[in-house]
């Protein structure tokens, strides 16, 4: 692959909008921004509403209540600009295991086309610890794994969202031996892993080396996903600077290519 300025996406389904909380622009912009980009494809994937029980509400994404409307908004828009981009709608869900099934319940009931993991919190958002803090835990850097090949058993989700979330400082080689479960999971699996653009130009601790050298070793499929929080993060591989170096250095073969794994949830086993 010719990392240069042919280093393209024409796809992205890592998008927000501002039900989250932390992201900013219209759906209208988001598309606009594509569309200037050369997208073929715009999936948005809003961190889904979760049934927290106890009154816990989230700062970091919709209510219940406002999944009709962001579905509603998505949907409309899709077919307002058919024919100049395709507009999908899809989720990025966190696997929460009591709370799962109640969920996988209101999604089934709504055209969801995709479902993306992105694990955040482990085991849980309000009762756990977030991923993206620094830690040197052997217990909890197995959890996190744990969680994740739990979530993505379920063969509901088409990709696993920065997979390499998990922010520790801890042994290098235990660190190796972890990811290494991750890694032949998804491989075997045929999960691709995303390679977060967000978290390259913004300097966070993914997508880091040590994972992704790892995971092309090990024989992974990659995807590229702009985790868009904004209309200026739709952006274009080779228009990063250092990025096109970070995939060529890891060996990275991508494809915006993915299974899309409808989120059809047998109503037999959720009780």
């Given at each position: ?142 959890e996190y794994v744990n969680v994740v090949i739990r979530g993505l058993e379920t063969g509901l989700f088409s990709y696993l ?111």
């Amino acid at each position: 692959m010719n990392l240069t300025k042919t280093c393209r996406i024409d796809k992205n389904y890592h998008t927000h909008t501002v039900r989250c909380h932390h992201a900013q622009g219209s759906e209208r912009e988001y598309i606009e921004a594509a569309i200037k980009k050369g997208m073929r494809t715009l999936g948005f994937s809003d961190h889904t509403p979760q049934p927290f029980k106890d009154g816990y509400v989230s700062s970091i994404r919709m209510v219940m209540d406002e999944l009709d409307d962001y579905v509603g908004t998505v949907r409309a828009l899709s077919e307002e600009y058919r024919g100049r981009i395709d507009i999908m709608t899809g989720l990025e869900v966190e696997y929460y295991q009591p709370l799962f099934d109640e969920l996988m319940r209101e999604i089934s009931l709504r055209p969801i086309e995709y479902m993306i993991l992105g694990q955040h919190f482990v085991p849980e958002e309000g009762n756990g610890f977030y991923a993206g803090n620094p830690t040197d835990s052997e217990e909890r850097l197995a959890e996190y794994v744990n969680v994740v090949i739990r979530g993505l058993e379920t063969g509901l989700f088409s990709y696993l969202a920065h997979p390499d979330l998990l922010n520790f400082t801890g042994d290098p080689l235990i660190y190796r031996r972890e990811m290494e479960r991750l890694c032949e999971y998804c491989r075997d699996k045929k999960v691709p892993l995303e390679i977060n653009m967000l978290g390259y130009i913004t300097g966070r601790h993914y997508p880091n080396d040590e994972f992704f050298s790892l995971a092309s070793e090990l024989g992974c499929s990659f995807i590229l996903g702009c985790d868009a929080h904004s209309p200026s993060g739709l952006l274009q591989p080779w228009e990063i600077p250092g990025f096109t170096g970070f995939l060529k250095r890891n060996r990275i073969e991508y494809s915006q290519e993915m299974d899309i794994r409808l989120p059809a949830y047998p109503q037999d086993d959720v009780g």
